[in-house]
């Protein structure tokens, strides 16, 4: 069993100060890969080394990276490298603080990336909200071309490449690769059909690498130490180490280094503190909000790709998100459900629909005014959304609220029940309504429930707290 | 006037109100790229986006920068904003608002100066964050997603703001602070009423350096005793 690393290969030196200036940089042996790409091997040596080193991508698909940096076509056309730093996915806060603490890891990383698949022409597109993070990234990119690291003649070695720190502003779905491009085109962020796919034909109508802040911050540690030492951390099919972040209902949220393949046990309870004393895991996001839950019985798998894709799950960006038993199922699908259908950007149907009847439904949940069917049709509605979207933000809602309903199925049950009659008793009931509110539709109404399929609960433990959350919450209401 | 097909429309808003509209001083067809002669540019605002336009291949990709440039200088993407930027991209006023109406964080009404972002998401919601929100709303005055009534702030649920490790948290002005309890909420209000610059604002607890220290800041959070933290 490989052993957690908190210094690991990206984190290494993360507490130096002014780790993100230069001069610290390089005094920690920085743009060393670089120098070493450029001046001793050639583009092709330093693919076949990326490639061999079974770096997967670090934004949620896990494609080697190696092998989607050979598809570009040879030669003297324009082509193009996006970085992708629109890290929106909820639970996913890696991105930042690479590049918070150590932009240059990350600029060395592009320019390797970009000297490997020969591109002249360098974008990070970095989400709007990270304002400082931005700043950050642009200073250091000034201090790089001042060195010589980034522009024209890099090192002197006839090899030139620009770079330009791109900042969106707002919208969850340009982390999408297709829709990224777009919005880099100044368009609106609409996710483009595939094939073409960006490697033929991506920003421009040229040839596009698109790869995560992780995948690329890599580059410059594989340059330099090698395949080899690469695949020493890790499993087989998952070399390297994975930026972890965690968060929700645990005592000591953050991001860590781990080896992938540990179990993910240690990950939540060992590094992250589990959840507060006295409680318990009611289920976890591997991956981020829209990685289907896992629950307490699937702690012991090991955290890499293929154990999670095995488990139902994927691993996604490494965002594990953890809720405690104290937390009702019904609102985590409804905070889940409702990102997705503000962030829809509405071109294809099943999405725009679907997230948008999903939120309905639960609503009606909420209201008390669903019976025991709507589950079944909620279910209905995922699987029209899977697999029938342009891109994945539809699949990204459906998947987690079918695992969802898949696992607390009993509970969504009850909540329909215990709702229901709570709505029942504020509004009269349709039973006293009927017979004229004598004593005996009083004893009707309940009847009527039990006839309607749900199962009538007096001094239901929940009684409480429904009543409490009765009282209008906010945001609850942003979509009404 | 030539939007009063608008009039009415859903979403057609406020803005389109004459008086704005003749504030924009334009023969204000949007559809048409204004005359660069006809419209009165700011010189730092049109330096700003030429030299952006300059930095990309294809000069379009830079109607997000520019569109930010504009909303830094107006506070809004009001109507004269959009020609001012049209005139100088050689875009029409149109395709603007429809890249601006794309995205979440330009405004197309007239907003309160602050902006503060709270995130609502399902990380911060389990630790709180609509606690936070509320909190939010009482101190500024202002209605989640509105702007208060004395133009000071503007108080947004947002998606995920990547930030989970500091939950429950709020961007202002672009800056993150948390983890926020109520108390936070009060002092951060008052000290941008007092004009401290938005960069500065106390408690700033994110970014604390290394990881033990940033714990200690979550660990005093909850000790603080306001129920979100000590979940």
Redesign the interface.
């Known amino acids: 069993m490989s052993t957690p690393t908190r210094e690991g290969i990206l984190f290494k030196h993360f ?1 130096t ?1 002014n780790r993100q200036r230069i001069d610290v940089y390089e005094q920690l042996g920085g743009y060393r890969a670089l120098g070493k790409a450029l001046t001793e091997m050639t583009a092709d040596q330093v693919l076949k080394e990326l490639e061999a080193s079974g770096l997967r991508g670090r934004g949620g698909a896990g494609f080697s990276m190696g092998k989607k940096a050979s598809f570009l076509r040879h030669g003297e056309i ?1 082509k193009y490298l996006c970085c992708n730093a629109d ?7 890696k ?3 690479l590049i ?1 603490r150590n932009p240059h890891q990350l600029i060395e990383g592009v320019m390797i990336a970009a000297y490997a698949a020969g591109i002249r ?1 360098a974008f990070i597109y970095i ?6 993070q931005a700043e950050t990234l642009e200073t250091a990119v000034g201090e790089a071309s001042e060195k010589g690291y980034v522009g024209d003649d890099i090192l002197s070695s006839g090899f030139s490449c620009s770079l ?1 720190v ?7 779905i340009c982390g999408e690769e297709t829709a990224l491009l777009d ?7 609409n996710p483009r059909l595939r094939p073409p796919f960006p490697a033929n034909q991506g920003l ?1 109508q040229g040839p596009t690498l698109i790869n995560n802040v992780e995948t690329l911050s890599n580059a410059p540690h594989i340059v330099l130490h090698g395949a080899e030492w690469f695949r020493s951390f890790g499993t087989e099919k998952s070399p390297g180490t994975k930026v972890v ?1 965690v ?3 645990v005592q ?4 860590y280094e781990v080896e992938l393949g540990v179990p993910s046990r240690h990950i939540i309870f060992d590094l992250a503190g589990g959840p ?1 004393p006295g ?1 318990r895991i009611k289920c976890w ?1 591997p991956g981020g ?1 829209s990685s289907p839950v896992l629950t307490g019985e699937h702690l012991d798998l090991p955290y890499d790709f293929e154990h999670m894709a095995e488990a139902g799950s994927m691993l996604g960006s490494g ?1 594990i ?1 953890v ?2 038993d ?2 009702p199922i019904l ?2 699908a409804m ?2 459900a409702k ?1 997705y259908h ?2 829809s ?1 509405g071109k294809c149907v099943p999405c725009r629909e679907g997230t948008n009847w999903t939120v309905q439904l639960l609503k009606r949940i909420d209201r008390g005014e669903a019976t025991p069917m709507d589950v079944d049709l909620l279910m209905s509605v995922q699987d029209n959304i899977i697999g029938n979207c342009l891109c994945l933000l539809g699949d990204s809602m459906a998947m987690p609220i079918s695992a969802m309903v898949k696992h607390f199925r009993p509970e969504f049950e009850e909540e329909i029940a215990v709702r229901r009659q709570a709505a029942e008793r504020v509004f009269g009931g349709t039973g006293a309504a009927q017979a004229g509110g004598t004593g005996v539709a009083q004893e009707e109404g309940p009847d009527l429930v039990a006839a309607a399929g749900t199962v009538p609960v007096e001094g239901h433990p929940h009684e409480a707290r429904v009543e409490e959350e009765q009282a209008p ?4 209401d ?1 979509f009404d | 006037m030539k939007l009063d097909h608008l009039r009415g429309v859903p979403g057609s808003r406020t803005r389109l109100e004459a008086q704005v509209w003749e504030g924009a001083r334009v023969g204000a067809d949007p559809a048409h790229v204004p005359e660069r002669a006809e419209i009165e540019v700011p010189p730092a605002l049109e330096e700003t986006i030429e030299r952006y336009m300059s930095m990309y291949p294809d000069f379009h990709s830079a109607v997000l920068p520019a569109l930010r440039a504009a909303q830094e200088l107006h506070g809004w993407l009001s109507p004269e904003a959009m020609f001012q930027l049209a005139a100088v991209m050689r875009v029409t006023p149109a395709y603007l608002e429809s890249i601006a109406s794309y995205y979440d964080m330009f405004e197309l009404e007239p907003v309160g100066k602050h902006a503060i972002y709270v995130c609502t998401n399902i990380s911060c919601s389990l630790c709180g964050a609509h606690d936070l929100a509320a909190a939010l709303s009482k101190e500024t005055g202002s209605p989640l997603n509105g702007s208060s009534p004395d133009g000071l702030f503007r108080l947004r649920s947002f998606e995920c703001l990547g930030a989970c490790d500091i939950a429950p948290m709020a961007s202002i002005d672009g800056h993150y602070r948390g983890p926020l309890s109520a108390q936070d909420a009060a002092t951060i209000a008052d000290q941008l009423r007092e004009g401290r610059p938005s960069r500065e604002l106390l408690p700033e607890k994110s970014y604390e350096g290394d990881y033990a220290r940033r714990l200690s800041a979550r660990e005093r959070a909850a000790k603080a005793g306001d129920g979100e933290d000590a979940r």
């Open positions: 507490d100060p324009d890290e929106s996915e909820p639970g996913a806060f991105d930042r603080e918070h022409h989400r709007g909200e990270y304002v400082e330009v791109h900042r969106g502003a707002g919208a969850y919005s880099l085109e100044g368009k609106r962020g421009y972040s968060s929700g209902n000591r949220p953050g991001n507060p409680r996001f909000s965002s998100i809720v405690d104290t937390v609102s985590v905070w889940v990102f503000h962030e950007c919450r906010p945001g609850e942003e």
